[in-house]
């Protein structure tokens, strides 16, 4: 096409000077080098952009040269704000585009005003045919989010700050990259252009150092030649030696420039990996591990000393999370599959009613499927995506239930169908089904039942709940409660926290000492929050028993409804980083 972009606007301020400026640094615009090689050259860069300087007569339609414009933009840019709603040529020019090239080619930039009053009705709402309950054709109207950039401000120079992010955003939409990848590498590619016009600086500098010493020998030797010329030489040599001074401070600010440009692109750096674990979390509660764990390896490096990528304890943290590894859960995540066109027609599998007595210990959810695993094993599944174990052979019910989508569930199963020890998972409003494998369980990871009185005689030796001051066992830390969701955390009789961690839920709390390393265990009511040397969090422990040095490994519970007496006791090995790297590129080699 002619043109990348047609920018429709209208023809006030301050939608004029945006629009003037977003086509000015647009057509500057130009790839990072790191991703040039997924593009052509002839797209390396943004060539044209449409602007249509005069405002539109009053004609019964639009004049033969936007007509053709049009036609030949691959993108429409509308800069919206409660002007551009009020034109009628302006919401011709949208609309037309939309009928030649489908809603997804219109970009949207908000100039001035809330999305509300300011984007083109036809932007916000869409109509979809659906069939109502009693079986008739209707169009309806669904409201819709659109692809926006935000380049609001008080004036033109704050608007200034916001178009120059805005381009980034429209060229990513252009160009159909992750955003916050192209801004990071745009980033990096000026942070490496100004180093690399340090390092020429640098290298000046040193062949002036190299003329001036240079000629210093020379004057050193025209001195032995020149005694009567004493004078004058000793006053020239100062001059010299000033020279070589001051080319030694101009070197020393360069160095000292180029570890402060180092410092402040790792600090870049671990902003972006602080983003992306806190994005990863986000997938995590909405069911999404595959995508949490990809995201997450693209911040992380393969080990903790890469000098190319810093190591950053809250990655490591979240990574435990997406993979499972501490988790005393039943399934662990597989994939996101297409819906299987076998499974189309199955329902819930498995005599549910001859379960239904164990709704007595669900507090309320209803089973909605029951499906027998093996002779002592059977899975089930309750409305509230629950799932539970139930041996028949000894009538004990496992207590170990998981979520698997949301920490806050709010839809109910559609489906479920198990197969070849799989078991796909289909709900209300998802137009996919996920997949689990179930977690086998090794007879290296039993390690023995413990007596119920045992078991709360270990616990109350380990947690306090009504002393707010707690220390080690080995006697270097401390954790002070300071509400019911946090504590600060101490080295010694420190008087500053070396850490505060927040938002952690339950009635009891302690800390523990892991024999044999330079780790420690915050625990609260059930799980276990394991810190690093450097009393950063980097893996979390569901149903944390306690630790076992000789093996490595963390002693995890397993309550069993069913029985007052038992708990069994489940060890599982503690990961360094490098091998939770290993199992992130392995489940990611899988999909």
Known sequence: MKYNAFISYRHTEPDMYVAKRLQQKLEHFKLPISLRKKFPKERWRINRIFRDQDELSLADSLSEEIDEALQDSEYLIALCSPRYKESDWCNKEIEDYKKMYGLEKILLVLVEGEPETAFPENQLYRDKTVTDEAGN???????????????????????NKMIDDAVVRLAAMMYELDYDDLKRRHREQKIRRIAGIATICSLIFFIFGIICFSL??????????LEDSNDNLKILNQQILENDEEIKNQNI???????EIENLYEQ????????VAANADAFIKAGRYYEAVEALRKAMPDTKDDKVKPYVPITEFVLTKALFEYDFNVFVYDSM???????????FWGDIERYRFLETYLAGDVIVGAGVISENTVLIITNKADFFWYNPVDYTFYNNTISCFNTEFTDNINRAVYRDDKLYVQFDK???????????????QYAYDMERADFSQLRSNILTY?????????????????????VSIFRGNDETPSNVLYDHKGSCFGITHLEGTDYYAIVFGY?????????????????????????????QYEDIIGTKTIYNIYRYPFKSYEELIKDADKLLEQK
Request: glycine share 4%; net charge negative.
């Open 527 to 555: 799980n276990g929050y394991i810190l690093n040397e450097n009393l950063e969090e980097i893996a979390l422990v569901k149903n944390y028993c306690g630790y076992d040095p000789d093996t490595n490994s963390f002693l």
């Open 430 to 444: 998802n137009d996919y089904v996920t997949c689990f494998v179930m977690k086998k369980r090794t007879e290296d």
């Open 216 to 225: 210093f020998m020379k004057i050193n030797s025209l001195k032995n030649e």
């Open 466 to 486: 009504e002393n707010p001051v707690i220390w080690s066992d080995d006697g270097k830390i401390r954790i002070e409660r300071t509400s019911k969701r946090s």
């Open 268 to 275: 870049e750096q671990i902003k972006y990996a602080e983003s």
């Open 253 to 259: 600010k360069l160095t000292e420039y180029s570890a």
């Open 337 to 347: 599959l297409p819906e299987p066109g076998e499974y189309e027609y199955d329902d």
């Open 137 to 159: 054709t209707v169009t309806v109207r669904e409201e819709i989010e659109p692809l926006a950039a935000d380049v609001r401000g008080a004036d033109n120079k704050a608007r």
